[in-house]
């Protein structure tokens, strides 16, 4: 078991460190993507440009500015290129909205999901089950970024029942304005991914159902309801919890940006969608480090929970 | 519902491949959801007809115009830049948006590029999963590490992200990288990006059905008779990927397609003035309350897009393969 955590480990690392080069080069080879002619303005002479080059040791070969800049990274000392801002402090700022925002979202998924499958497994074939079906093929299929702009406006904005938009933090504003200002945001999250959760937990659960476990728990005299409850729902539920671990991971790590933009959160994914407009690398390199960190971190976490859960699977 | 089935269950030894199309076409609701794509695609097609009709092309503006509806003069974009809802005639049928531009014609132009993204980076996704899932599979070895490995990486970036970043360096200046060539403005940017981002899904369980292939007897045999690597992969092996890939290929695209939108959303997929749903929606949120319907026309078409591949390519795993535990997106 150490043995294979260690291996993940390893190759968490390893990940990580592949991600942090590419997104350095994806930068570094932009035709004229040069930050110091932007940095220096438009009306900058050579010798302006020439000193923000020297400065920023723009000069020096790539792998030097790569060192240079994940060094900083991880002492907390990067700046933006753009105003000069310090990147982590900026993220810290961001984070508890992105993690606000992305609990709460992962608690209604999981639990409208568990819900709705249930309900469609009980009523397999039956018009419910029809419809719960259709309705998770819709919220499947709904683009995060359109229902939310339409629910902040008409919600919102129109109707005025939900705050149009922006976060308010607990500590400032109070646990209701909190949660008040999240409602719509979650709800959108989840929605999609409602869908995902119902979807496999019936089929698990219609599956579980033809077990032999199940036909001696019937056999015994439980009532159907217990069956489904207390003996095929525990099997069917391992899956949704890896499936879990991994879209909570996804969120965490970059999946929250539309949301997050759309109902102007402010939180770490908008940070980077608005530093990416200005081609602002040391930001778009420290999120995107972050983003990888948490799906690497959940797959790691989930493989190693499964193992320990799992006696079939031998390390 | 059990009986019908039955009634569809083969005599023994009927190709498997029969089977799968007789149980699609029982599927009443996977076939209409598939012909309401196909409907789409030919609209889309279609496209040139429309404008020909409405007299204007995608991404001109018409500021200045004015049109006659029921006997009165109305302006295309009145004075405090409202502009006009749908019309229901050939002229402005779906209405104009904020530059006075046609949006029927924009959106059927606006599916051009979203099914042609779409489709595109899934045919991209789709070469590069068999080659890679191939080349793992068969070879093993250190061949095996570098992709599975590059596969990890790949899987490990956040998507979005990469989209995003990768749209909007690009979009600058293009990409010159030996003899590939594209410049900033085009649609080959996001289409590549979202090609490779989703060979990742299908890549990986096609890596482990060719790991399990090639231990039969049937390749067995074929090596028997001399046949190289290259002919059992492709001759013997391909073949039996062909489901596995038919099931993802429907679900590929709707991601596509909803990755296509948001990218564009966030201006980093189809450059503007051209449309796409993603940049339609986008241009529409400013002026939500004036003209809703600038941004309710192209999200319509975009569920519904998506809605009848996700429910065709359900119904194409029921009939090909109803245990396939299948996901695509995150």
């Known amino acids: 078991m150490l043995r294979f955590i260690a291996r993940r ?10 991600v942090s080069v590419l997104t350095f080069l994806i930068f570094a080879v932009i035709p004229d993507g040069a930050p110091e002619d932007r940095m220096a303005g438009p009306t900058a002479s050579p010798g302006e440009v020439a000193a923000v080059r020297r400065e920023w040791g723009f000069d020096k070969p790539l792998y030097v500015q790569y060192a240079r800049t ?3 990274i991880f002492t907390g000392d990067v700046v933006s290129y753009v105003d000069r801002t310090n990147v982590v402090e900026e993220i810290g700022r961001g984070a508890p909205r992105t993690f606000s925002l992305a609990i709460g979202a992962a608690i209604l998924w999981v ?21 719960i079906t259709v309705l998770a093929l819709i919220g499947v299929s709904m683009p995060v970024f359109w229902l939310g702009a339409l629910a902040s406006h008409y919600l919102g904005f129109e109707a005025g029942i939900f705050p149009d938009g922006g976060y308010a933090e607990i500590g400032r504003h109070g646990l209701l304005e909190w949660l008040w200002h999240l409602v719509l945001p979650w709800s959108v999250l989840a929605v999609v991914l409602i869908g995902v959760y119902s979807r496999v937990l019936r089929s698990n659960l219609l599956d579980a159902l033809h077990a032999d476990y199940v036909r001696t728990a019937r056999a015994k005299g439980l009532s159907e309801g217990a069956v489904l409850r207390r003996h095929a729902l525990p099997n069917a539920l391992i899956p949704i919890v890896t499936l879990w671990g991994l879209d909570f991971g996804a969120v965490l790590g970059g999946g929250a940006v539309l949301t997050e933009s759309v109902f102007d959160l402010q939180g770490v994914g908008q940070y980077f969608a608005d ?7 040391p930001p778009v390199l420290a999120v995107t480090m972050l983003g990888t960190f948490f799906i690497v971190a959940v797959n790691t976490i989930v493989d190693i929970a499964y193992a320990a859960l799992d006696p079939r699977i031998r390390l | 519902m059990d009986e019908a089935r039955h009634a569809l269950e083969p005599a023994t030894g009927d190709d498997p491949w029969r089977l799968a199309l007789r149980r699609l076409r029982a599927n009443r609701v996977a076939i209409g959801f598939g012909a309401l794509f196909a409907v789409l695609l030919a609209l889309s097609l279609a496209a040139p007809l429309w404008a020909h009709v409405a007299g204007t092309t995608p991404s001109r503006n018409h500021l200045a115009d004015t049109i006659v509806i029921d006997g009165q003069r109305r302006d295309v974009v009145t004075e405090d830049r409202v502009p006009i809802g749908p019309t229901w005639r050939a002229k402005y049928f779906l209405g104009a948006d904020g530059n006075g531009r046609d949006v029927a014609v924009r959106l059927l132009y606006g599916a051009r590029n979203s099914l042609f993204i779409g489709i595109t980076a899934t045919l991209i996704s789709v070469l590069l999963a068999v080659m890679l899932g191939l080349l793992a599979g068969y070879l093993r070895g250190w061949v095996d590490a570098v992709v599975s490995r590059a596969l990890d990486v790949v899987w490990a970036f956040p998507v979005l992200l990469l989209g995003i970043a990768l749209g909007v360096a690009l979009a600058r200046d293009g990409l010159r990288l030996g003899p590939l060539s594209i410049s900033g403005g085009s649609k080959w940017i996001p289409t590549l990006i979202i090609g490779v981002v989703g060979a990742v899904y299908l890549a990986r369980p096609l890596r482990g059905l060719v790991l399990s292939l090639r231990e039969q007897d049937f390749v067995e045999a074929a090596r028997a008779q001399g046949a190289g690597p290259l002919r059992i992969m492709l001759g013997e092996l391909l073949p039996n990927l062909a489901s596995t890939i038919l099931v993802f290929v429907p679900l590929l695209v709707a991601n596509a397609i909803l990755l296509e939108g ?26 939500l309350t004036s003209a809703p319907h600038l941004m309710i026309v192209p999200g319509v078409m975009l569920v519904a897009t998506v809605l009848a ?7 194409v795993r029921a009939a090909l393969d109803p245990r396939a535990k299948v996901r695509v997106g995150r």
Do not use: E, H, Y
């Open chain 1, 9 to 18: 480990l390893a190759g968490m690392l390893a990940v990580l460190f592949a």
């Open chain 1, 111 to 131: 639990a409208g999901g568990i819900a709705l499958g249930l309900f469609g497994a009980a009523r397999a074939g039956r018009a419910t089950d029809r419809l």
């Open chain 1, 70 to 72: 994940m060094t900083k």
């Open chain 1, 275 to 281: 530093s990416v407009g200005r081609l602002d690398v």
């Open chain 2, 262 to 287: 948001a990218l564009s959303f966030l201006g980093a997929g189809v450059r503007p003035p051209d449309p796409s749903w993603g940049t339609m929606i986008g241009d529409g949120v400013a002026l």
């Open chain 2, 309 to 315: 591949l996700n429910v065709l390519g359900d119904g």
